[in-house]
């Protein structure tokens, strides 16, 4: 079976979006609505695969959603919703459990990170969580999906997950009509840019992350701007003058990370950035850098705080989605129950 290009990615609603999310995911996900059919979710489910507070949680979901449509996500024009309003992605989740083996999910780092040492304590879901990722793609049987770097073994699992789930029921797959033996694509990662993995901007060797418990590691898409421009005054650098070629930042995570960070911003690449900046010092560099954060991030926040005064205005905007989420995933649903021998009302 040929499949019809399609778009989808997720979000977990837990804290707040940072700078990582925007660079790494966000203006891609922007980008394609241009060429694309695109499904974005805010992943509920797998936020509580750590415990969240339920108030917090239920703010959170808005906040992502705002924050997207801020900057300048389409909700007309592609689907925007929460996961658990589809039931579609539990019950291919459930489906998903039987596919994949325990061997696949021993090896995500993502787990193991998470987990930390106290393993035995972690949650079954937070365990399983990359077949919920699988369940949200394949439901849709989407093509492409853009997120960043850390995300790269989830999706290969989904790939696998999608490659025996085809060869597993082979048969009852061609019987029901498909040819080639193909019921599931494999989805592909759009994984490209300059900022596919922002550092800590204490620290080049993390990621930045809403769980790094500085606050000064990371841009907040919520801060003002002279959070912003404090945060990246005060970002750990080298002493060196930036170098006039990208070898040059061989060996200097810290201001590979800082001219990363500056040509996603401003849409070039780190060639451009050196071409302009070469020679010159962080002291000079930083500012520039902070003015530009400013300009790009400023808006998104204020425009983020104007639909957060309208909470039934966004959960209206969810509910759509999720309407025009269930037309697409059902039948896919449907037909995997027929395929995997389960019996269901006929349509
Ligand atoms: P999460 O906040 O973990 O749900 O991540 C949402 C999206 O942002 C995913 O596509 C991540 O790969 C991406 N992302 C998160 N942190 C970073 C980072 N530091 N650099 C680049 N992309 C990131
Ligand atoms: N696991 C992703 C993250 O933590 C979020 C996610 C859930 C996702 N389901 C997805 C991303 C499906 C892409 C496609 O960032």
Known sequence: MKFKERVFSGMQPTGSLHLGNYLGAMLKWID????????????DLHAITVWQEPGELRHAIRQVTAAYIAAGLDPEKSILF???????????????????????????????????????????GLYAYPNLMAADILAYRATHVPVGDD?????????????????DFAESIRTAGYEDGQFFPQPEPVIVGPATRVMSLRDGSRKMSKSEP??????NL???????????????????????????LAGRPEADNL????????GSGKA??????????????????????????GPIAQEARRLMADPAEIDRVLVDGANRARIIAEPILGEVKDVIGLIRAAS
């Open 32 to 43: 394609l609505q241009k060429t694309h059919e695109c499904i974005y979710c805010v992943v």
């Open 82 to 124: 929460n996961q658990s309003q589809v039931s579609a992605h539990a019950e291919l989740a459930w489906v998903f459990n039987c596919v994949a083996r325990l061997g696949w999910l021993n090896r995500m780092t993502q787990f193991k990170e998470k987990a930390g040492k106290d393993r035995e304590n972690a949650s079954v």
């Open 151 to 167: 995300q790269k073994q989830h999706l290969e699992l989904a790939r696998d997950i999608a490659q025996k789930f085809n060869n």
């Open 214 to 219: 500085s606050d000064l590691s990371r841009i």
């Open 222 to 248: 919520t801060d003002d701007d002279d959070t912003i421009a404090k945060k990246i005054r005060k970002a750990k650098t080298d002493p060196e003058a930036l170098p006039s070629e990208i070898e040059g």
């Open 259 to 266: 001219v990363g960070i500056y040509a996603a911003l401003a």
């Open 272 to 297: 451009d950035v050196l071409s302009e900046f070469g020679g010159r010092q962080f002291s000079e560099f930083k500012p520039a850098l902070a003015d530009l954060c400013v300009a790009r991030l």
